[in-house]
């Protein structure tokens, strides 16, 4: 398949990266200033192209908006997630559907807050939309949540942000307060210098809102989402639920059309007790029971896998 990928980010450039070794060619790639074009039936050379980006911090010397006119087989939508109108991230899957192109998107915002829109363009449209890489990295939580079909599972929970579980890791661990723990993620690279996206509880309620979407065929965003974040959380609540073999996690959960998100006690040793960046989605089934699905939750190669799939997927001809 031949790919544009919009958006040169952690997840972009690895998609950049990696996508030759899964069978793909990239022949577009665009930064919010920037885009470098293949010319006729030629591929470009990721090497070239990340190199440009690190020393240059541009990709290319077109505008962003021709990496969208490209000949390309999917788009590849990984610029940051947005709230509200999902824009740009909308935008660029709309364009791309309307000239009957597939998206893969790593980019939340358009699932998360504008799904039925989404869905109503690419009902019009010979592509589709995928978008595993939306929650929790490389776990493949939509897809199995698809292939058990969304009417057979009975609700999803679990730890979907790495942020965040690494500080209550570590507050647990070394009874360290909040604000030392944190410190101590943004200097490793694992929190952002503004962290509030993670430790508020928003990222992992959008993940959340993605399942309730894909559970009960739309109509949720994030303003349906109930969110407590782990900010100013005590570090004697850690050392209180220690004391009853207990911890605690930031959880999300979407069941009987309810989305949660907030700090929950979960046993110290229990499945959900996963630590420090590492993620897991937890599925209950009516058949199948409970389903346990644990890996790294974010990361470039972890998350450009989760997308190169979804490539995969669309290539086979069954789903063509």
Known sequence: MRLAVVGAGVVGRAVVDLAASYGHDVVAVADSSSSVVAPNDETLAPDSVLARKSEEDVVGDDAPEAALDADYDVLVEATPTTLG???????????????????????KGPVAERYDDLRAVEHDSAGRVLFEATVGGAIPAVTTIDDL????????????NGTANFVLTRMAAEGLDYEHVLAEAQDLGVAEADPSFDVEGTDAALKCVILANVLYGGGYSLADAEVEGIDGLPTESLSLAAEDGMTVRLIGSVEDGVIRVGPRLVPEHGTLAVSGTRNIVQIETDHAGRLNISGRGAGGPETATAVLADVGRLSRPDDA
């Open 85 to 107: 109108d999902a824009e740009p991230g909308y935008g660029h899957a709309v364009a791309a559907l309307e000239h009957d192109r597939h998206v893969v998107l790593a980019n």
């Open 149 to 160: 079909g969304p009417a057979h599972v009975t609700a999803v929970r679990g730890v979907l």
